[in-house]
């Protein structure tokens, strides 16, 4: 179609104005697309923390574990291993995953990414999701700053577990991994040197 001009030049203007109109709804669009699409990710991701408490508590009925660790479901051929949904073919955290066992409570932690769902009670209606950095030995200061305990097992200068790890799970890796029953840090004191730091995270909460 040729756009017929007037003096003042009209048909540019109006074809313009068409343009720009149209970049800005295309925009708006995209936006409500992308946006719609995260909080999809989001409830999906709900859901694998909602099937990981679940398939804990099964476990537990078996083990009594006060922490069920979802490597520990995934050995168990309970789950198979949860794909992250936010960032590609990448793998949700086997060993921050976990379900903590208090009394009569249940909370979950799945772990994907840089995406966290932390100490949710596994019967709640919706889980809160944060998004979290990496644990460093840094300090962090400021607010919404989580600190975590953290031990290696030390051997001729060589940490033998190839990275450091909270009090529950690094006894739990030691047994599997060394022989033996260890039942605390005490029994592994007798046999290993065990070094203990402190890791620094932010997170902050976003849905």
Known sequence: MKVRFNENG???????TVAVTCLICSAILLFIVINNNQKEKYEVFRYNAKTVG????????????????????INSNLVTRIKNNFSGDEFCDVYESKVVFNNNTKQVTLRCGYYLIYNQDVTADKFDIYKVSDWSFDTINGDNVDTMKVYGLIKNGNNLLDGYYEKELFIKLVAENYGGKYDSLKDIKKNYKVEEKTAYR???LVS
């Open 54 to 73: 679940v398939n804990a508590i099964n476990y537990n009925n078996r083990t009594s574990d006060n922490v069920v660790y979802l490597y520990e479901l």
């Open 202 to 204: 932010k997170r902050t």
């Open 10 to 16: 009209r048909g540019t203007y109006e074809f313009l």
